[in-house]
């Protein structure tokens, strides 16, 4: 199984961690399942941008965004050429490098 290397994130993942996700997992989902309490104020349903990631290594191994990812992404915060929205980017056969930006655009963080 792929392994996602997440880069230390200052309350989410402060040491950084290795988790494990089968081919076919959104990242988002693999975050959750491994104790990662990224946000996802909108359920996964690619309808606001808390689960933003930047893919550092891996990010042509995922599969290829659609028009609303895009969309969404432009009011990110921290966007960079290869980011992506975790709920949307699926997890293929290679391994990732992924950091989790500082913030994010929900003014009030749910409790998921």
Known sequence: MPIIKILPHQELCPQGA??????????CEALLENGIAIEHACDMSAACTTCHVVVRQGFASLNEMDETEEDLLDRAWGLEPDSRL????????KDLVIEIPKYTINHARENH
């Open 86 to 93: 975790s709920c949307q980017a699926i997890v293929a056969q």
């Open 18 to 27: 290795s988790i494990t996700a089968a081919p076919g997992t959104s990242v």
